[in-house]
């Protein structure tokens, strides 16, 4: 016999704030909490052990955190072999009988059309809340796009600042400008990046020891490795990365973020965004405690602007854009890209410094910044001209921070121009000299940055030449590539067509099948 209740509330795994809209009207005494480890949301992609052991551990913290405050929860744990969500909602529907379904918006819309189904078949009303963890009103953003022939990041940070009056100075920005960004692309030079405070990692507590047993038991196959974890999975531990943030790295984090060095994963950078996609942390005390550092003098104005606008502008905009051309974008293939992803991506097994180094530390870590996924790991995928079904997914399994709302406009968008500019003016691509400029991986690596056709020919610059080649139409007249074109129609017969031998044995260097 079920047990009869009012409210099924539906707590999913990056969704572990206590100030959610789910829990405004909650009963303990009509209302019961839902939380689930599936087996689908670690194979659906192959995702990285990193990264499972993240959400599993955090989900457990949390839970732990709602039974000490005697709040009603069934939990389900992935020793129950649940395949996925509609699994675990016929189980709980076994023994409780809920008048209705309540969730926060998914950061997912595979997620949450599996809810609606589920929903639907189990014959329950599905209540979807707004999710108030995010900065942007509901429907602001589809009201600020309205009209718009472009839809460019800069202009919407503009709005939200204005509305929020973060980094403003009456109506005008402050210091005058509203981006630093040509502050903010400073390199280390040989001298590499020096001695720093060592980073802030967190100990395995008997929680996430359990999980990563079961992360081990269930995901054996699965890419990455579970050597070392220090990523926060409470929202105590968040608060405190948040504090050394600030007082360690802020300062020289806009000067170096988009600087690269071998060995070292996480120089300036935060690390907070997998607390803030898992909802351990809000993005407005984020926003608010770089704010203040500048206004005590802890920080300089490049530093606290370039990582606000990360937070205010860049995720606040991916955010609109994905809900705004969901399920469109995951059809999206404006450049026709239709080579798979090579092997490497998903082993680190690469004889290029770069890739090597960044791929690296993705299977250690779970992380890399937003350089590296960009321009080193999304550039060759770009250059590549990988299908964008393949790269999104390798983003999505392997960084700790991923969930697709935020991750799929940037990959498909940002990194590989799958969506013929909605998100940027132009592809970014470039050559190998670019890499060497912003870090020493080529001053370890067997190939030159400058070569395009020898045995010694970095294939970055290698693909980069038959990139152009290939879609030298669409670019010819462009305002940002039209030059690069006029380098390439610049060249002799003789080089392209060594260029164009280069390139085909580049591609029959690095085989693609895994995971495919």
């Not at 984090?253 to 997998?274: C, I």
Request: charged letters at 20%.
């Amino acid at each position: 016999m079920t047990k009869k209740i009012r409210n099924l509330c539906l707590v999913l795994g990056d969704q572990l704030n206590r100030d959610s809209l789910l829990f405004e009207g909650f009963d303990p005494q009509q209302d019961l909490l839902w939380m689930a480890e599936v087996l689908q949301e670690s194979t659906h992609v192959p995702s990285n052990k990193q990264r499972s052991l993240l959400f599993i551990s955090a989900m457990r913290h949390f839970a732990q955190d709602l039974r000490d405050t005697n709040l009603p929860l069934i939990y389900y744990v992935l020793e129950q072999q649940l395949q996925n969500f509609s699994a675990a909602l016929d189980e709980c529907l076994k023994h409780y009988s809920p008048e209705r379904l309540r969730v926060v918006l998914p950061g997912d819309y595979r997620v949450l059309q599996e809810l609606k189904t589920c929903s639907a078949q189990c014959n329950l009303p599905l209540e979807v809340l707004p999710d108030n963890h995010f900065i942007a009103k509901p429907r602001e953003f589809s009201a600020w796009q309205k009209g718009k022939k472009q839809l460019r990041m800069e202009y919407w940070y503009r709005q939200l600042r204005k509305r929020t009056g973060i980094l403003m100075q009456g109506g005008a920005p402050e210091g005058g400008d509203w981006n630093y960004d040509h502050d903010n692309r400073g390199t280390f030079g040989r001298a590499g990046p020096g001695l720093r405070e060592p980073e802030l990692m967190f100990a395995m507590d008997d929680i996430t020891q359990a999980a990563k047993q079961s992360i081990g038991q269930f995901f054996p196959g699965n890419p990455g490795e579970l050597i070392t974890f220090g990523w926060p999975v409470t929202r105590a531990q968040a608060l405190e990365l948040l504090a050394f943030f600030i007082h360690a790295q802020l300062a020289q984090f806009g000067e170096y973020q988009d600087a690269m060095w071998t060995h070292e994963p996480w120089l300036y950078h935060s690390r907070l965004s997998a607390a803030l996609n898992l909802k351990l942390l809000s993005p407005m005390e984020v926003i608010l405690a770089a704010e203040q550092a500048y206004q005590r003098g802890d920080a300089p104005l490049n530093s606290v602007e370039g990582f606000i606008r990360q937070i205010l502008g860049w995720r606040e905009y991916v955010r609109g854009l994905y809900w705004s051309f969901m399920p469109d974008w995951l059809e999206m293939n404006a450049l026709d890209a239709q080579h798979n992803l090579p092997d490497f991506y998903w082993t680190g097994d690469v004889d290029m410094q770069c890739l090597a180094q960044s791929i690296g530390q993705v299977l250690q870590h779970g992380y890399g910044h937003h350089i590296q996924r960009l321009m080193v790991t999304g550039l060759f995928a770009l250059l590549w001209q990988t299908r964008p079904d393949q790269i999104h997914s390798w983003y999505l399994a392997m960084y700790v921070d991923a969930v697709e709302w935020v991750e799929l406009p940037n990959v498909l968008g940002m990194s590989q121009y799958a969506d013929a500019g909605i998100m940027a003016s132009k592809p970014y691509i470039a050559t190998g000299r670019y890499i060497a400029k912003m870090s020493n991986y080529c001053d370890q690596c067997c190939y030159k940055p400058d070569d395009a056709e020898s045995d010694r020919a970095c294939p970055f610059t290698t693909l980069y030449w038959e990139f152009l080649a290939k879609h030298r139409d669409r670019f010819v007249n462009h305002p940002r590539l039209a030059l690069q074109v006029k380098h390439l129609d610049a060249q002799a017969a003789e080089k392209r067509e060594a260029i164009a031998k280069r390139a085909a044995w580049v591609r029959a260097h690095y085989p693609a099948n895994l995971y495919q």
